[in-house]
């Protein structure tokens, strides 16, 4: 749920830049409009290029569908709706931006550089290109093909149904399937929607789309930033922060904390009978027992089977009932795993031996740990030796037990 929130937090932001920005049109500057008026290109184009180098497709897809977007609205229709073709122009945008985006949603992000999706975008291209030489030569072509495309009449606004149907589909299909898919959620596109739909929903408002397709670029530009830092300071495997972000964190911590290493026992031997997906899985499941830590204690994937966990403002002494409950949590804890047909069958005794039992079709562990603080060393090096140190003396007495630095 803090997750959701936390993605909630740039989309908002975006929006309420963008009306701040509408309320204070009326005092700008012919220079400064001149700029907003461009300013869509300018975010626009770098969302694409940081989309380009994080090689994510579907950031790219939606960075270039609303920048073609906004420069087809500032080449076409600057001229009133009620002529032609510009009430067919907007008509087609209207219908083209919604169903772009939707295919963006739906298409899984391959990475700019799969053929399936340059493929896709060529066949977009070509087809952009085709309309928008007809506009050019024949501009009144698709007034006479398809008269009652500039008809509005979805909701009060100046949107078409079907257009509008396209918007309220799209939205709420963007929230919805990575949820279902099991992904992180993403606000990218949803809110590109969403700002897309306010433009053409009240298109007679004064530079709304410059202020509008400027959020929608300067959201993609935030979230895919967001992505970036995520990369950098979060585990991929058990989503939570890894070893650089313990580094990071230990810098503001101040001098008063307390360390615990912890080592998921015999988990090699795990590896090598059940297979490095149940491996995995494992992993997954111990992570998340460990962010469940009572006493203010923050998990850290340190490498391997190796976690962290740091309590700010804490000694040794003061961590110890926390962790014997978690040790004693994970050693209770069956953990179902996945495609049990295809894992071997393996004896009792030998489970033992393994440091993992299985129960009703499940698996269990146990962790070994080790406790230092920092009256133990003058720096978060000599924390950490003491506390790795104090986990190795765990596990030469038996495993599944927690030892203090002495």
């Given amino acids: 749920m803090s997750q959701i929130l936390i993605r909630l937090l740039p989309p908002l932001f975006c929006l309420a830049l963008a009306l701040f920005t509408y309320w204070q049109l009326p005092w700008l500057q012919r220079e400064q409009l001149s700029l907003l008026d461009q300013l869509p290109f300018i975010v626009c184009t770098l969302a694409a290029f940081m989309a380009v180098l994080a090689n994510r497709s579907r950031d790219l897809g939606a960075a270039g569908t609303m920048l073609v977007s906004y420069w087809i609205i500032n080449h076409f229709l600057q001229a009133p709706l009620g002529t032609e073709p510009a009430g067919q122009v907007f008509g087609i945008i209207s219908l083209c931006l919604p169903a772009l985006l939707m295919l963006f949603i739906i298409l899984p992000d391959t990475g700019w550089r799969h053929p399936a999706f340059l493929v896709l975008v060529a066949f977009i291209s070509i087809f952009a290109l085709i309309v928008i030489s007809l506009f050019q030569w024949q501009p009144l072509w698709f007034a006479k093909l398809m008269p009652g495309l500039g008809e509005t009449g979805f909701l009060g606004l100046r949107l078409s149904t079907s257009a509008g149907l396209l918007f309220l589909i799209a939205l709420p299909l963007g929230v919805a399937l990575p949820l279902l898919q099991h992904e992180p959620p993403d606000t990218s596109l949803p809110g ?35 992505s970036l830092l995520n990369m950098v300071y979060r585990d991929e495997l058990t ?21 615990a290493m912890v080592d998921v026992d015999h988990f090699k031997k795990v590896n090598d009978n059940y297979g490095h997906d149940v491996g995995d899985q494992i992993l997954k499941a111990v992570a998340a027992k460990l962010r469940r830590v009572a006493g203010g204690g923050k998990a850290y994937r340190f490498g391997g089977e190796e976690f962290c966990l740091l309590f700010r403002g804490r000694q040794s002494e003061q961590v110890l009932d926390f962790l014997e409950e978690l040790r004693r949590t994970i050693a209770d804890y069956d953990m179902t795993t996945r495609d049990k047909k295809s894992r071997p069958r393996i004896h009792k005794s030998g489970e033992k031996k393994r440091g993992a039992s299985r129960r009703e079709g499940n698996i269990r562990v146990t962790i070994s740990m080790g406790v230092a603080d920092s009256q133990d ?17 765990a596990k030469e007495g038996g495993r599944n037990q927690i030892q203090c630095c002495y």
């Fill in 377 to 393: 060393a003058l720096h978060f090096e000599g924390v950490l030796k003491a506390a790795d140190s104090a986990m190795y003396r």
């Fill in 192 to 226: 590109c929607v969403l700002f897309g739909f306010i433009t053409m929903g009240w298109f007679e408002l004064p530079y709304i789309s410059a202020i509008m397709f400027s959020a929608a670029g300067l959201l993609l530009i935030v979230n895919q930033t967001h």
């Fill in 239 to 259: 989503q939570i922060p890894n070893r650089r972000a313990l580094l990071r964190d230990v810098r503001s911590m101040g001098s008063h904390y307390a360390l």
